[in-house]
């Protein structure tokens, strides 16, 4: 009875006229007394790794969809694929469109390992690898599918575990500072604030009130994908691009109410966002949210990350004038003043970020409407809004202006539901022939200036936001 041939699956799967993967010659013996592993990081329609085990003359496979396990915390799944030959512990290279596996494949770990166990449904070795060392097992669970767990502690004895959440930093508004020698600016994006958690090529986004948006911009998840097998997480904002390719917080109305998986994608392509990445809060195992904001600054450069739908702009050191002015001459909101020196303070508003605006804009709950007249008589004339005060909401004026059309049937549909019969501000009251709603919008507004009894001067309005609580909504004077 002969041996069956174990490589059949992987010469049937491929055409090694065009493929530049090895076509399975005779097994050469290994050239120490361990056998070998080679981790191949392989960017094909969705990145994964392959860990591969010299076995009984052939490569054991199993395709890794998040990366080895640096953290006996955290199990990852392992699909067993056809064994490859051995000559396929170097192979790295481009696998060509349209042949299996197409895409990138390079060499992400190699080495010797140990075996401990080896039982059709049960494999436990020691990898001793240029990255990776430490013992780990592999169990099948059911189909193709195993689990890879690592159960060694982590290779590093210092690493700490990814925080599954984390709130914003978050600039207090005022002018820049008269030294401006230990602070750095950038410009200030008008978007959605956004944390990325990136993990095993995986994203995933948080907004500043901590829901989960990833499934909204599937055009930023590459940037998991181009960090590979490190683990990090980022601070920044989501931002569209409109007319003359200038942040539009109204553009991103588009995107910030979408749900449906079709719709996002089609929208991702007529109008896509970047993630415009400005901090780096955790990397590889350990927190930076202690260190000060220039070392961060510089451990987030070394990334390199750069794509069609995400960027790391650079920050000035030093020259706040210059850059304010340049960031109005080009009609942007304004600029973020900071401290060299300042940590990351989550949650928290700090006098180390200071957002100094070429326009005043703030965030207001939306308490009641007024009934347009005119060329609107029945519809919605203007939004009657307010800010958060000692457990109340605080009448803060009208938002007559800004709306599109269609914007008005939406904020129409938007408060239909919220009708209430009493008004929900305490205090001083909007015009008697309002109409109240339960304070659960919050709405984007740009103004002149708060007048002395802390009304809105000329406000516009700009969008509705969901990233932001109505209870979270405070007087901002500096806005
Ligand atoms: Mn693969």
Known sequence: MGEPDRLSDYRRKRDFGVTPEP???????????????????????????????????????????????????????????????????????????????????????????????????????????????????????????????????????????????????????????????????????????????????????????????????????????????????????????????????????????????RQVARLAKSSPVAYVVFDLLWLDGHSLMDEPYEARRAALLELGLRGSNWQVPGHHVGDGDALLAASKAQGLEGIVAKRLDCPYTPGRRSNGWIKVKNVHRTSLVVGGWLPGEGGRTGRLGALCVGFMEDGGLRYAGRVGTGYTESELLRLGRLLDPLARDTSPFSGRQPPRNARHVEPRLVCEVEFVEWTATRTLRAPSYKGIRDDVEPEDVVFDPGA
């Open 23 to 261: 076509a399975a010659g005779t097994p050469s013996a290994p050239d120490g007394d361990l056998p070998r592993f080679v981790v191949q990081e392989h960017h094909a329609r969705r990145l994964h790794w392959d860990l591969r085990l010299e076995h009984e003359g052939a490569l054991a496979s199993w395709a890794v969809p998040k990366g080895i396990p640096p953290d006996p915390k955290r199990n990852g799944l392992a699909v067993r694929t056809e064994d490859h030959p051995l000559e396929y512990l170097d192979f790295h290279g481009e696998i060509p469109e349209g042949s299996y596996g197409a895409g990138t494949m390079t060499i992400w770990d190699r080495g010797v390992y140990e075996v401990h166990k080896w039982r059709d449904v049960e494999v436990m070795v020691t990898l001793h690898g240029e990255r990776v060392q430490g013992r780990y097992v592999l169990f099948h669970t059911r189909g193709k599918d195993w689990m890879i767990h690592r159960m060694d502690p982590p290779q590093d004895p210092d690493r700490e575990p990814m925080p599954e959440s984390l709130a914003p930093m978050l600039a207090r508004s005022g002018d820049l500072p008269a030294d401006q020698s230990g602070w750095g600016f950038e410009v200030k994006w008008d978007g959605v604030r956004a944390i990325g958690f990136c993990e095993g090529g995986r994203l995933r986004l948080t907004s500043r009130s901590g829901r989960d948006i990833t499934a909204q911009y599937p055009e930023v998840r590459g940037i998991a994908e181009a960090l590979g097998a490190r683990e990090a997480v980022l601070d920044g904002e989501i931002v569209a691009f409109g007319e003359g390719g200038l942040p539009s917080f109204q553009v991103l109305q588009k995107r910030m109410h979408v749900a449906g998986e």
